[in-house]
């Protein structure tokens, strides 16, 4: 990047669009946050008030805009609206009304097709996806999604963009649903849910044997470079008796329909797979940030001591 970030824009002041502020904030990057709703602005300025002080948000590196304003060349469009198709096809022709043919636009969705997204545009060559996970500001890593159209010169901007937030940019070759984490995740949850359906296990001690062994591990090292020391003939050898009986369904489980209909959607009904509170949320929430934060550093201390993964 030859020239410096003017404004980074982000569209969507939900769970995302606020840690995705404080994310450029602390970096002291501007911040332009545009939301349809009010309402989220004004918790999203709170939010960010509490977090750098007032007198950061006075200064105008930070303001809030229900509507959109002409963008110059070298601000950064973020899309991190609501996860559906036409909502975000909606805000990146916006997007495209109120900016130069020239300016980066990515879109933090989940796993919907970056072309699909893009269908549309005029210049779909400048968009690219940049999959943060919550917090934004605290996560290191960022999935960059190229769609068809998206020019080698738009991932490299991007990765530069990521980079100088200090994040960890891997680039996919191609889009896929889901991308690479959510199809992990997904598929991890799927055999979970199979395994509680067929009462094989209980919440409880599901919970304890993946945190405690599988868990613990995938902190340190990636899949492929644990199985690469555990050896690639025990993973066959295993891999040969065991796929049959996997849980391969391609509908979601009983259990989930069944919960969620019941509206037991987790922390935030107050009942899951476990029961909650308001006093155990809170501890939850900050006993997760603060010990992410101590996972992060141990993680990116033995990346630094040598343990890469070279190839
Ligand atoms: N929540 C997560 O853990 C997570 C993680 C990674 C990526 N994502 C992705 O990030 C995106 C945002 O997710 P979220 O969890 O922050 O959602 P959210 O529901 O918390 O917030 C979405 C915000 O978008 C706003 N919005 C909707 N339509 C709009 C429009 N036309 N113009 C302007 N604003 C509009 C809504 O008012 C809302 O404030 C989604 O694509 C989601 O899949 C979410």
């Known amino acids: 990047m030859t020239q410096p970030i003017e404004r980074v824009v982000i569209v969507g002041a939900g769970t995302m669009g606020v840690t995705l502020a404080k994310l450029m904030l602390a970096h002291r990057l501007p911040v332009r946050m545009i939301d349809k709703q009010a309402t989220a602005l004004e918790a999203c300025r709170r939010e960010i008030e509490r977090t750098f002080s007032e007198h950061l948000a006075a200064a105008g590196e930070f303001d809030v805009q229900t509507h959109w304003s002409q963008e110059g060349e070298t601000s950064i469009i973020i899309e991190s609206v609501t996860e559906n198709l036409a909502i975000k096809r909606a805000v990146i022709a916006e997007a495209e009304a109120h900016c130069a043919a020239t300016t980066l636009i990515v879109t933090n969705t989940s796993g919907l097709s970056i072309d699909a997204i893009g ?19 605290l996560i290191p890593a960022v999935e960059v999604i ?120 987790g922390a935030k009904t107050g009942q899951g797979f476990y029961s909650w509170d ?34």
Do not use: W
Request: net charge negative; proline share 4%.
């Open 119 to 137: 269908q549309g545009m005029r210049h779909p060559e400048r968009l690219a996806g940049a999959h943060f996970f919550n917090p934004a500001d």
């Open 146 to 265: 190229p769609g068809a159209a998206t020019t080698k010169a738009t991932i490299h901007h991007t990765c530069t963009f990521l980079t100088g937030l200090g994040k960890r940019p891997a680039v996919l070759n191609q889009s896929v649903p889901g991308f690479v984490a959510n199809r992990i995740q997904h598929a991890i949850m799927r055999e979970c849910l199979s395994l509680l359906e067929k009462g094989v296990v209980d919440a409880e001690a599901l919970d304890e044997i993946v945190q405690f062994s599988i868990g613990v591990r995938l902190a340190l090292n990636g899949p492929l470079m644990q199985r690469d020391l555990n050896g690639l003939d025990t993973h066959l050898n295993i891999a040969r008796y065991l796929y049959e009986d996997l849980e391969d369904t391609h509908t979601p489980s009983r259990l989930l329909e069944e919960y969620v209909a019941q509206g037991r959607l």
């Open 278 to 311: 308001d006093a155990r949320i809170k501890r939850q929430e900050h006993q997760t940030r603060d010990s992410l934060e101590r996972i992060i550093a141990v993680a990116m201390e033995e990346k630094r001591s040598g343990n890469d993964g070279e190839r």
